[in-house]
C-alpha cells in the first residue's frame, strides 16, 4: 500500500496455532497484533477488531484468504475517492466464483439473502468477508453492534445505511476454501433467530427505543 498499514488478528478462542504464529510474527514494515476476544462467534470478533482500530480506513477479510487481495486496491481507492462503505460481492456480473458448497448449503445461502434483503436493500451479497470502510463509521456502528453470530454483516451493513452509508458492491475473485466453521444443520436455526433479532432491534432502535450492547454477554473489548 503507498501509506501506512498494520493487521490486527482476533483469536476467538481458537484451538489452532494461529495465536502462536502471531505472536512470533517478525517485525516488519507492516505490524502484526493478535487481540483475543473471548464472546464466542464471527460477529463478536470482528467487532472487537473493529473497536481496536485507529486509522482513517479500516476493513476486516477472513483469514483463509477467499476473496483475493486483488480487490484492496480498488475498495481503497473507492474510499479515498468519497465512498464508505465498499464490500466485496460474490453476486456481482463480474465476480470470478469458485464454489463448492453442497446443494443444501446453497438452498440455504437463497432463502438467507431474501430475507436479508428485507433488512438490507441494494445489497446483493451481506454475507462475503470482504468488507473495508470509512473508519470513523466503522467504529461507530460497531459499538452499537449486538449480533454476535454470523449473521452480523446484516446488522453492521443496516446500521450503516441507516447512518446515510449505503454500501458499494465490488467484484471479486472469491475461491471456497475447505475448513469453514459454518454448517447449515447446526447453525441455520441460531442464523435464523439472529434475523429476527436484528429486525425487532433496528424496529424498536427507529421508535426510540434503545438497548445497551451486547445484553447477554460481557462486551469483549470494554466499550458500551
Known amino acids: 500500500m503507498p501509506f501506512p498499514a498494520a493487521v490486527i488478528v482476533v483469536d476467538n478462542n481458537s484451538t489452532d496455532t494461529t495465536a502462536e504464529i502471531v505472536k512470533t510474527w517478525p517485525e516488519g514494515e507492516v505490524p502484526v497484533r493478535l487481540i483475543a476476544c473471548p464472546v464466542p462467534g464471527k460477529g463478536a470478533a470482528v467487532r472487537a477488531g473493529l473497536l481496536e482500530t485507529r486509522a482513517p480506513l479500516v476493513g476486516f477479510c477472513d483469514a483463509d484468504m477467499a ?3 486483488d480487490a484492496l486496491d480498488v475498495a481503497v481507492g473507492l474510499l479515498l475517492s468519497g465512498e464508505r462503505v465498499v464490500i466485496g460481492s460474490r453476486a456481482h456480473t463480474f465476480s470470478q466464483v469458485e464454489n463448492r458448497h453442497s446443494r443444501v448449503r446453497e438452498l440455504g445461502a437463497v432463502g438467507f ?8 436493500r441494494g445489497v446483493s451479497d451481506t454475507q462475503c468477508g470482504f468488507k473495508f470502510f470509512d473508519g470513523r463509521l466503522a ?3 460497531a459499538a452499537r453492534m449486538r449480533t454476535p453470530g454470523f449473521a452480523f454483516d446484516v446488522e453492521f451493513l443496516a446500521r450503516c445505511a441507516a447512518l446515510g452509508s449505503a454500501a458499494m458492491e465490488i467484484p471479486i475473485q472469491w475461491h471456497d476454501m ?6 447449515p444443520a447446526r447453525h441455520s436455526a441460531g442464523i435464523l433467530l439472529e434475523l429476527g433479532g436484528i429486525w425487532l432491534r433496528l424496529h424498536a432502535e427507529s421508535r426510540g427505543v434503545v438497548r445497551p450492547a451486547w445484553e447477554h454477554a460481557p462486551d469483549p473489548v470494554g466499550y458500551s
Request: glycine share 4%.
Open 113 to 120: 439473502r431474501a430475507l436479508a434483503r428485507r433488512l438490507v
Open 139 to 141: 467504529r461507530e456502528v
Open 178 to 183: 475447505p475448513g469453514s466453521r459454518f454448517s
Open 67 to 69: 476473496t483475493d487481495l
